[in-house]
Structures are given as structure tokens and as C-alpha cells.
């Protein structure tokens, strides 16, 4: 498993602080650095000269709006951007991306004047979610054509504002052109601690010279300085409500109704938070779990079976594969009782002992009418398991009072169980119908969901590593790839 998100998150807890003077909460901020390798060639006697142009997404409109362009780098079909796109990064937002790619064939701004070369859909959780933040993908947007791979990197940017200006020379290099000296420049590279390298900054060329001495420069020191890649993996269970209280899933008065048309409001909460959670769980596989209901061929009473109706393998693939299991459980179990959430708690609680080192994190999402059962059971698995690394969300779908699932947040008064505190706040509840957009823009109304029942995540993350006394992991010692001796005068 890739390492950990723990930098990130605790830079996040941080940077969440709100702030009084401008009334707002600060964004942590995430450095995006774009490659590609073997894009289309648009030119007839010479390579591509490629440009990538990206676009963010409304949360209210979903129109695209450009936000940057790269510089433009003549006659290659492999380029690596210097220009980096700098994005404020929320963990409990669905930020979307589209990266375009152009050969760029005149000096016009207008970008119908080019040659399309491809694109590409991300999120920016995905970016900073894939291991070592590095997501490569295949390039898209021509038919029958392979556009090659776009390869986006992400870091965040520390608060450091320092500046470093530098000059540069060299002596006597080699003499590379026929008929009169070189033109030199310089491209500066700064190693990350996976091995990679990643392009930050690259002089002028200076004509026909054996003896360049290059323009001063400033950078910022951040440009220079690599973050932490080890990052933790973030590993999500859904667990679904089948007890009867929900009412008759044919019937359109109850809250698993399937109506053709439109989602329940069970696969609404299901999305709007699996959705984020996911770029954040390297596989993509989650196990999903029903409680509550009598199952086929006996008609035993179970308040922990998989979805899918595979004990020995309960994982879904992605958020649809959860969604289809969850369509397909409501054909072929009976809706029953009791309401316990005991065992879906201990269920993740179990998998949380077993890796206690802070290469891993659970997140237990819970989708309920409220009617509780076993509240004692509940909270004494609660207790227990705000020792280990996992947080719990609970949606609480339907009209109920959710009395007892604010007693369960912890929010007011800390949650105990014979005696004993839990030693950290793990569970978040929010009720459904808080979000439900009276005009039906289920798009936004879900956003603002996810974001509420996440936002908690971070800081619940870090009170874990913080209480074991785990930090995040030394980098390795730098490093220097064979051959690669580089003598400079400064």
C-alpha cells in the first residue's frame, strides 16, 4: 500500500483555521505540474509545438471556465511544462478538471486557431490521491486516434515566502554546431523522493558561446523544495440501512423506493460522499454492507452481509459497483429488524486493529432511517474503536427525530460507554433532508452533503496520528542518478 495523506491533512488542519479578518477559512494550496509522452503529430515537417490549457468546473453552473495555460514548447511530442497551475485544494470537494492540448501554429490567442491534440477528465482528489500524487492517464477527445498520455503531478505549496535569485556561467562546454558555436541553456531540476525529477525552472539561451553567463534569475524557494510523498491509504465501507421502518421498497412512500427516474434518497447520500472518498482509495474496490434484513434461502436475520451476496469477497467496484449491488440487494432480501450498528462498527473496527501504524485509515459510511436498537452496543463499539484509525459518517435519511444520532456524534457531550470517554471524536452525522434543494438541483444540494460530513475527516485523521505519537516518514537520503555530475559556477 502507498504511504500517507498525513501531510497533507495536517497541513489542511491547520490552514482550516478560520480567519477573523477576512472572514474566511483558508485553502490549502497545490502545485500542479504537467507532462505528457507521445502525443499526436500535428506538423508536417516537424514535431507538435504542444500547449495545455486547463479548465475548472462550476459547483453551481458545471460550465468550464479556463483557468491557465502552460508555455508553449516548440517541436517536441514528449513535453515536460515548466509553468505549473497553482489550485486551492479542498479534501471534502469534487473538483473537476479538464486538460486540453494544442499544437500551437501561430501566435493567436485564439485557441480555434490550433491544432486539438487531445484531452483529459480528473478530479484534483484524484491527483492528490494517486500514489506519490502522480496521475497519468491517456490523453481522449479524438476519435480512433491514441493521444498519447497526459502525466499531472501534484504538491502543496508550504508557506514559505522566500525568494532565492541566482546567476549562472559555465567554461568551456563542448561544441555541438557545425558551422559556429553552441547556444547553451540551462533547465534546473528538482528531485522528488520518489526518484523522479520535475522540471522548475530553465534559463535563456545564450547564441553562440562556449562561455554563457546566463541572466540572473528569482524563484521561489517553494519551487526549489520538495513535500513529503509518503501518504496514507484511506480505505471506505459503506454500510446500508435494510431494516422494515424504511418501508416497502416497491412503494413510492418508502425510502429505498427504486424509482426509475430519479435516485433514492439512500443512493443520493451514497454518491455525493463516495465520490470523494474514492480518489482517495487506490483500488477502487469497497466493501459494502447491508444490515437489518432476512436473507435468501432461510431467512436469517443479519446485520452485517455483503451487497453483493459474496461473504468470502464483499467489495464493489467504485461507487457504481456499490450501487448495483444495492439495487440488486433490495430484490432479493426481505427488509427487517432490529436496527443494530454494532456490528458494522466492530465489522471496520476489526480491519483498523489489525494496521495501527498509520499507513492506513478507515472511513465507515453509515446510511440509516435513525430507529436505533442496540444504542449501548453502538456506543461501546464507538468507545472502543476512537482508539483505533477510523472515523464513522452517519446520513440519516426519512423524517425521525435522529435524537439518538446526535447523542452518537459526540458533537455537544463526548460519547461513553460504561464509564469510559472515547478518546477521540469519530463520528459525524448529518440528517439528508437538510440538503434536499427545494428547486431539485440534487447536484449542488449533494455537493454541500459531501462537504459537510467530510470536512470533519482531516482533523479526526490527524487527533489519531497525533495520539500514537506517529509522524509522518523521514524523506530518504537525496538522490543522485548514475552519470549525472553537473559542475556549475554560481
Request: net charge negative; proline share 6%.
Amino acid at each position: 500500500m502507498e504511504g500517507d495523506i498525513m501531510d497533507k491533512l495536517e497541513d489542511m488542519a491547520s490552514v482550516y483555521e478560520f480567519d477573523p479578518l477576512t472572514g474566511n477559512i483558508p485553502a490549502t494550496k497545490v502545485e500542479i505540474t504537467v507532462s505528457c509522452r507521445n502525443l499526436l503529430d500535428r506538423d508536417t515537417f516537424s514535431k507538435s509545438d504542444p500547449l495545455c490549457v486547463l479548465y475548472t468546473q462550476g459547483a453551481e453552473t458545471k460550465q468550464w471556465r479556463e483557468f491557465g495555460r502552460t508555455e508553449v514548447i516548440d517541436n517536441t511530442l514528449n513535453p515536460d511544462f515548466v509553468r505549473k497551475y497553482i489550485l486551492d485544494y479542498f479534501f471534502e470537494e469534487k473538483q473537476n478538471l479538464r486538460f486540453d492540448l494544442y499544437d500551437v501554429d501561430s501566435k493567436s490567442p485564439d485557441l480555434s486557431k490550433h491544432d486539438f491534440l487531445g484531452q483529459m477528465f480528473c478530479t484534483l482528489g484524484e491527483i492528490v490521491g494517486s500514489p506519490a500524487s502522480r496521475l497519468e492517464k491517456p490523453l481522449g477527445g479524438i476519435p480512433g486516434k491514441n493521444c498519447g498520455t497526459i502525466i499531472l503531478s501534484a504538491e502543496e505549496l508550504g508557506n514559505c515566502r522566500d525568494s532565492a535569485t541566482m546567476q549562472f556561467c559555465a567554461n568551456k562546454l563542448d561544441k555541438k554546431d557545425f558551422f559556429g558555436k553552441s547556444d547553451p541553456f540551462m533547465v534546473f531540476y528538482r528531485s522528488n523522493e520518489d526518484g523522479t525529477f520535475t522540471i522548475c525552472h530553465k534559463t535563456e539561451v545564450v547564441k553562440n558561446t562556449l562561455n554563457p553567463v546566463w541572466q540572473p534569475f528569482t524563484i521561489p524557494v517553494r519551487a526549489l523544495c520538495n513535500g513529503d510523498y509518503d501518504r496514507t491509504q484511506i480505505n471506505f465501507t459503506v454500510a446500508i440501512d435494510f431494516t422494515a421502518s424504511n418501508g416497502n421498497p416497491s412503494q413510492s412512500t418508502s425510502l429505498h423506493y427504486m424509482n426509475p427516474y430519479q435516485m433514492n434518497a439512500y443512493a443520493l447520500a451514497l454518491k455525493a460522499v463516495g465520490e470523494i472518498i474514492q480518489d482517495y482509495d487506490s483500488d477502487k474496490m469497497f466493501p459494502a454492507l447491508g444490515f437489518g434484513a432476512k436473507l435468501p434461502p432461510d431467512g436469517r436475520v443479519s446485520h452485517e452481509f455483503p451487497l453483493n451476496g459474496n461473504i468470502e469477497n464483499p467489495y464493489c467496484n467504485g461507487i457504481e459497483g456499490i450501487l448495483e449491488a444495492y439495487h440488486q440487494s433490495l430484490k432479493t432480501v426481505q427488509l427487517y429488524g432490529p436496527t443494530n450498528f454494532a456490528p458494522v462498527v466492530n465489522h471496520v473496527a476489526r480491519y483498523a486493529a489489525a494496521v495501527q501504524d498509520g499507513s492506513q485509515y478507515f472511513v465507515l459510511l453509515i446510511i440509516t432511517d435513525g430507529v436505533i436498537s442496540d444504542m449501548s452496543q453502538t456506543k461501546e463499539a464507538i468507545v472502543n474503536a476512537a482508539k483505533l484509525p477510523m472515523s464513522i459518517i452517519i446520513v440519516g435519511v426519512g423524517q425521525a427525530e435522529f435524537d439518538a444520532m446526535v447523542e452518537l456524534d459526540g458533537d455537544d457531550i463526548r460519547i461513553s460507554s460504561r464509564g469510559k470517554l472515547a478518546e477521540r471524536d469519530i463520528v459525524q452525522f448529518v440528517p439528508f433532508r437538510d440538503y434536499m434543494d427545494r428547486t431539485g438541483n440534487h447536484v449542488l444540494s449533494m455537493a454541500r452533503l459531501a462537504k459537510d460530513v467530510l470536512a470533519e475527516i482531516p482533523d479526526q485523521f490527524i487527533s489519531y496520528m497525533k495520539s500514537r505519537g506517529i509522524k509522518p516518514n523521514p524523506a530518504p537520503p537525496p538522490y543522485t542518478p548514475p552519470g549525472h555530475t553537473h559542475h556549475t559556477q554560481i
